[in-house]
């Protein structure tokens, strides 16, 4: 048998705890990410007066509904 001592045990228990609630956390993240990129694929914001807006046409310029500009598609990112 291996013989180890208690504060070794120990270490090794918090070590397997902590890269498990790692893991779980590092899984919920992702998770969040991808259902938020899900949700926010057709999200855009206007440059020019800040107008959140939806787009689910493949316009490569979609156009702002509020000022009118022409948008560039880029990633949308929250605040
Ligand atoms: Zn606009």
Sequence with gaps: MIRV???ALVTIYLLVFLAAVFLVWL???WNRRRRERKAFRFR???VICGFEFEDRTDALLPRCPRCGS???RFKFERI
Excluded: P
């Design 5 to 7: 001592t208690l504060a």
């Design 27 to 29: 899984s919920s993240e």
């Design 44 to 46: 855009l914001r206007c």
């Design 70 to 72: 022409l948008n560039e």
